[in-house]
C-alpha cells in the first residue's frame, strides 16, 4: 500500500529564510508526485507535480521539488519565502497509470511566516 | 476557467438534521473524490467515483454516510442524521481517468458546522 510520510507538522520562520519541507513516500513502483498549498481558508491548490524526465521540478510562486528515488524523496524547497507563503502543504502520491487510482496524501505540513 | 463547484459554501444545522452537499467536477472530468479535512484528522479520503460508480467508500461512516452521482454532472454527500463530530471542511476534487496522471483539482469545500 502507498503511503506519504512528512514530518515536519509545523514550520516557523522568518521572512527571506530559506525553506525545505520533507517528503517520503512508500510504493514499489513508479509514481507520480505532487505537492498541493493550502491558504488559510481556501482549497487546495496544486503547487507542482512530477511525472518523469528532470527530477528537478519547478512549480509556481518560486517554488520547486527535488524527486530522489533512490531515498523516495520529494521534498519541497524554496529560496526565500515570503509572509504570503503562509499556508499548508501537503505531499501526494499516486501509482503511475492506474485508471482513478487514490492520490494518498501526507498529514500536511504547516507554515508560519514571520514578517 | 473550468473549476469544481461546491454548494453549500457553509452549512450551520442542529444535530439530528440531514446535511446534503453536492458538488459539480469540471466538465468532462469522470473522476470524483469526497475528502474531509478535519484540525484533528487531517485530509481523509470517504469515497471516489469513476463514471459515476462507486469504486471506494471504505473511509465513509456507512451507518450515517451516502454518497452518489445522479449523473455525471452532480455528485451528493448526504449525512443523515448528522452528530457535532462530523463539524468539518467537506471537499471535492474531479479528475479524469483518461489522464495518465491523474491529477486531481479541488472544489473550494463545504465548511459544515454541527451543533
Known amino acids: 500500500a502507498q503511503s506519504v510520510s512528512q514530518h515536519n507538522h509545523h514550520v516557523i520562520l522568518s521572512e527571506a529564510a530559506s525553506l525545505e519541507l520533507g517528503c517520503n513516500y512508500s510504493y514499489g513502483g513508479t509514481v507520480n508526485l505532487f505537492w498541493y498549498v493550502q491558504y488559510p481558508g481556501q482549497h487546495l491548490q496544486l503547487l507542482l507535480k512530477?511525472?518523469?524526465?528532470?527530477?528537478l521540478v519547478k512549480g509556481i510562486k518560486g517554488f520547486e521539488a527535488e524527486f530522489i528515488k533512490s531515498k523516495f524523496s520529494f521534498n519541497l524547497r524554496k529560496p526565500s519565502v515570503q509572509w504570503s507563503d503562509t499556508a499548508e502543504y501537503f505531499c501526494?502520491?499516486?501509482?503511475?497509470?492506474?485508471?482513478?487510482?487514490?492520490?494518498?496524501f501526507g498529514s500536511g505540513t504547516r507554515l508560519s511566516i514571520r514578517p | 476557467d473550468a473549476r469544481v463547484t461546491q454548494t453549500p459554501r457553509h452549512k450551520v444545522t442542529e444535530m439530528g438534521q440531514e446535511v446534503t452537499m453536492r458538488c459539480q467536477p469540471i466538465l468532462g472530468h469522470n473522476t470524483v473524490f469526497w475528502y474531509r479535512q478535519t484540525m484533528m484528522q487531517g485530509l481523509e479520503l470517504l469515497a471516489y467515483?469513476?463514471?459515476?460508480?462507486?469504486?471506494?467508500d471504505s473511509g465513509m461512516p456507512k451507518d450515517r454516510f451516502s454518497a452518489e452521482m445522479p449523473d455525471a454532472t452532480l455528485a451528493t454527500l448526504k449525512i443523515q442524521p448528522s452528530e457535532p463530530r462530523d463539524s468539518a471542511v467537506y471537499f471535492c476534487a474531479s479528475g479524469s481517468s483518461g489522464d495518465y496522471y491523474n491529477e486531481q483539482f479541488f472544489g473550494p469545500g463545504t465548511r459544515l458546522t454541527v451543533l
Open positions: 501526494a502520491v499516486n501509482a503511475r497509470g492506474s485508471s482513478a487510482s487514490k492520490i494518498i
Open positions: 467515483f469513476r463514471n459515476r460508480a462507486p469504486l471506494d
Open positions: 512530477y511525472f518523469s524526465g528532470d527530477p
